[in-house]
Nanobody, 124 residues
Framework: QVQLVESGGGLVQAGGSLRLSCAAS????????MGWFRQAPGKEREFVRA???????TYADSVKGRFAISRDNAKNTVYLQMNNLKPEDTAVYFC??????????????????WGQGTQVTVSS
């Protein structure tokens, strides 16, 4: 059974940066799409970024030019580098994974493994 553990969340001022990490255990991430979603209080979970096994990736318009995703298959880890953070980025960030997915999806229903989430709070 796959386990995903996020880390790196915290409190940061607007304009600052954070890097989230998601470490997978239980199986290799080779051949799997890894992604990040987020959920703000009172809102539905929304897509942030995802990266396929071959490096192809997709992103939400709201994070274009600010958030970057990368993966280290040797470490079974995916990263989300978040720059120029805004108060509206405040949310719980969730790591997710789906093996065998050819094109990274923006739909949470397409993923079947999820982490517990890490809180990101951006103050104005």
């Amino acid at each position: 059974q796959v386990q995903l553990v996020e880390s790196g969340g915290g409190l940061v001022q607007a304009g600052g940066s954070l890097r989230l990490s998601c470490a997978a255990s239980g199986r290799t991430v080779n051949g799997c799409t890894m992604g990040w979603f987020r959920q703000a209080p009172g809102k539905e979970r929304e897509f942030v970024r995802a990266i396929g096994w071959n490096g192809a990736n997709t992103y939400a318009d709201s994070v274009k030019g600010r958030f970057a995703i990368s993966r280290d298959n040797a470490k079974n880890t995916v990263y989300l580098q978040m720059n120029n953070l805004k108060p509206e980025d405040t949310a719980v960030y969730f790591c997710t994974m789906k093996c065998g997915m050819v094109v990274p999806s923006r739909r949470d229903d397409d993923y079947d493994s999820w982490g517990q989430g890490t809180q990101v709070t951006v103050s104005s």
